[in-house]
């Protein structure tokens, strides 16, 4: 009897010592991604960024993205088929989504694809107009932009109950051939002599150079074992074929993200759009409708390339990561706040209220102290740098440059308010992109940036920046 106690006892110490053991083991560290997707096509009668919806067609323009779960707190990138969403339009939109997620905004980046026959989205602004008793609010009439946001709101909710494990990460590079092309003319004097605007007539500015773009279209993807989850791919172009038709499209990045998701439907497409401020179709698009699907195809074939020279690695938790430097950009000189209000409220400000309305809340928000957070996304080698504004392409190259031994992706057209971001340089060059017109940062923008790319690019896998450039989250 005495040996059976014995016997017992010792197993249950055993059995208290393997529970112990298995309890103080740190738990597997996944990744966890979901996915999610809404429709964001205006209704007939609402406003897009230049014209009223008098129709809709069989193609949609999509809000989607996805929520990265780790042990952080979690990451949603979202990417949206309107012209831009600004200054209060932006946070709202990375509050909402951060809320639905379980995360806070500063982990979030909302992006546009900047198509033109679609809807803009700035609540600032809006506010503004309100405020001055303007009753022509047209892009800024933000109801169905707040309808949207909601169901993006309710799809990231959703989403979150059927994430999937996400066991690898791929990175893949495809050549996109005969897209892009950069829209400054230069003269023999240095300066901008014409503009090949996206839908290029002249024979002549068809016949010049590509000129500086960045080829290749990268693509992040997520899988679950050899079951694809997402593919994120990143290409720096305007994407207008043609436009002011009155009808919402997605364009030919939109066409091409849908031919690649009838190829591979197992994945949710999310594309970005690159540092494509000073980049169009101009030399390969002289507006002839036919045009946007050869573009669409020729898109699509490089983001087909990019999926089949796709490279697979392991992931975990520790290969995920999140940083942010926050950045005060500095404010056009132009920019003069009772000029904006003047030209506001004139009798006759129709369109003009369109480019001053945004120009004027973020004029304000500068003035406020206000910041951008510039983000960037760590997955194993991969960097993925999410950026305000049209930025130009050589924002975009010189990242990929500052670090060759790593695989270096770049978002734009994330906060609207600044409009065009030119290099130092090109602000003494004329031209559209960095007019007054155009542009709301003075050309000091240039260091400001390449200084918070360099600190997040520089910053070791495992590191922590600087406390003045944010924190590894």
Not at 8 to 32: K, Y
Not at 109 to 114: D, G, I, K, R, S
Not at 288 to 302: C, I, P, Q, S, Y
Request: net charge negative.
């Amino acid at each position: 009897m005495k040996k059976r106690r014995r016997s017992i006892v010792f197993l249950t110490m055993v059995n208290i010592f393997l529970a112990i053991g298995f309890a103080s083991a740190e738990p597997p560290t996944v990744v966890r991604v979901a996915t999610f997707d809404v429709d964001a096509t205006p209704p007939v009668g609402s406003e897009m960024a230049y014209d009223p919806v008098k129709r809709v067609d069989e193609l949609t323009l999509r809000c989607r993205g996805v929520v990265l779960l780790s042990n952080a707190k979690p990451i949603v990138l979202c990417a949206v088929d309107w012209i831009g969403i600004g200054n209060g339009g932006n946070d709202a939109f990375r509050e909402a989504l951060a809320g639905a997620a379980g995360t806070t905004p500063d982990r979030v980046a909302v992006h546009t694809l900047h198509q033109h026959d679609a809807p803009g989205c700035d609540f600032e602004a809006e506010q503004i107009l309100r405020d001055l008793s303007v009753q022509n609010l047209g892009r800024y009439e933000d109801a169905f932009q707040r309808q949207v946001l909601q169901r993006a709101v309710d799809a990231v909710t959703n989403s979150l109950a059927t994430a999937q494990t996400a066991t690898h990460y791929g990175w893949g590079v495809g050549e996109v051939q005969k897209v892009a092309s950069n829209r400054r003319m230069m003269g023999d004097d240095g300066k901008v002599s014409a503009t090949r605007w996206t839908a290029t007539k002249d024979p002549a500015l068809q016949a010049a150079p590509e000129g500086t773009i960045d080829p290749n279209l990268n693509m992040l993807s997520f899988w679950n074992n050899d079951q694809p989850i997402a593919a994120l791919s990143y290409y720096a172009c305007h994407p207008q074929s043609y436009y002011r038709m009155g009808i919402p499209s997605p364009d030919f990045p939109g066409i091409a993200r849908f031919i690649r998701g009838q190829a591979v439907p197992a994945a949710l497409h999310v594309h970005f759009n690159g540092a494509g401020g000073n980049i169009g179709a101009g030399k390969y698009n002289d507006g002839a409708k036919e045009n946007r699907m050869v573009l669409a195809t020729r898109l699509a074939d490089g983001m087909r390339r990019a999926w089949e020279t796709t490279t697979k690695r392991a992931l975990t938790a520790d290969d995920l990561g999140w940083q942010t430097v926050p950045v005060n950009l500095p404010v056009a000189e132009h920019l003069n706040e009772e000029q904006l209000i003047e030209s506001l409220t004139a009798d006759n400000a129709g369109t003009a209220s369109v480019g001053a309305a945004r120009k004027l809340a973020w004029l304000r928000r500068c003035q406020a102290g206000h910041t951008i957070n510039i983000g960037c996304l760590r997955v194993g080698d991969v960097r993925v740098l999410h950026m305000p504004g049209e930025l130009f392409v050589e924002y975009q190259l010189a990242a990929k440059a500052m670090r060759p031994d790593l695989h270096v992706a770049m978002a734009a057209y994330g906060d609207y308010g600044p409009g065009y971001i030119g290099t130092e340089v090109a602000y003494g060059e004329g031209g559209y992109e960095t007019s007054p017109q155009a542009s709301s940062v003075a050309p000091e923008v240039e260091k400001v940036l390449i200084n918070a790319v360099q600190q997040l690019l520089e910053a070791g896998q495992n590191s922590r920046v600087s406390p003045t450039a944010g924190t590894e989250k």
